[in-house]
C-alpha cells in the first residue's frame, strides 16, 4: 500500500512539473545576476485575406500599385502570436503596430511593432522591434528596442522566418527572439 501511495505522489509530481514547463516552452528565462536574458519562440499570424483580417493598408504612394515591391504600401497590424504554426495553437500575444514597403527594388519592409503578451509571468510584458525586415530573405534579423514590464529597458534581437505564406498576402512567420534586460 505504502508504494502505491508513493508512487501515485511521484506520478502527481511529475504531471505539475511536465504541465509547468509545457506552458512556458515558448519563453525561457535565464538571471545571470546583472542581467536576465530571455528567448522566446512563437509564430506571427499576417492575414490579410477574408472576412478578419489581421493587417489592413492604411496608406500607400500614388505609385505603389506599378511598384513590384509595393513601395509606399503602409499596413496597420493586430496580429496574433501563438506557441505553433498552427492559428489553432495557444494564443501567447498580439503583435500590434505597422509596417510598409521601403524597398523600391527589393521587398524590404520598416517594422515599428509592439509584441505584447498575454501568457504566464509574460502577461502585460511587451517588446518594441523598430527595424528593417528583408522579407525574401530566408532569415532576417531585426533589432528589438525597448520594452514594457519584464522587457522593461530590452534590447535583442528578434530572428524571423516564414512558416508559410499565401499568393493572398497572408503569412505565418516563426519568431526566435534573444531579449537581454536588467535585473
Known sequence: MGKVVLLVIFATIFTWVARAQNQTSWAKRVDTGKEVVTT???YFHDKLSGSNPSAVQIA???G???SSTLFGALLMIDDPLTIGPE???KLVGRARGLYGSAGQTDMGLIMVVSYGFTDGIY???SFSLLSLNPAMNPVREMAIVGGTGLFRLA???ALAQTYSANSNGDAIVGYNVTIVTYV
Do not use: E
Open 60 to 62: 500607400q504612394a500614388s
Open 40 to 42: 522566446l519562440q512563437f
Open 64 to 66: 505603389t500599385n506599378n
Open 123 to 125: 502577461q502585460g510584458s
Open 155 to 157: 534590447r535583442g534581437y
Open 87 to 89: 492559428p489553432t495553437s
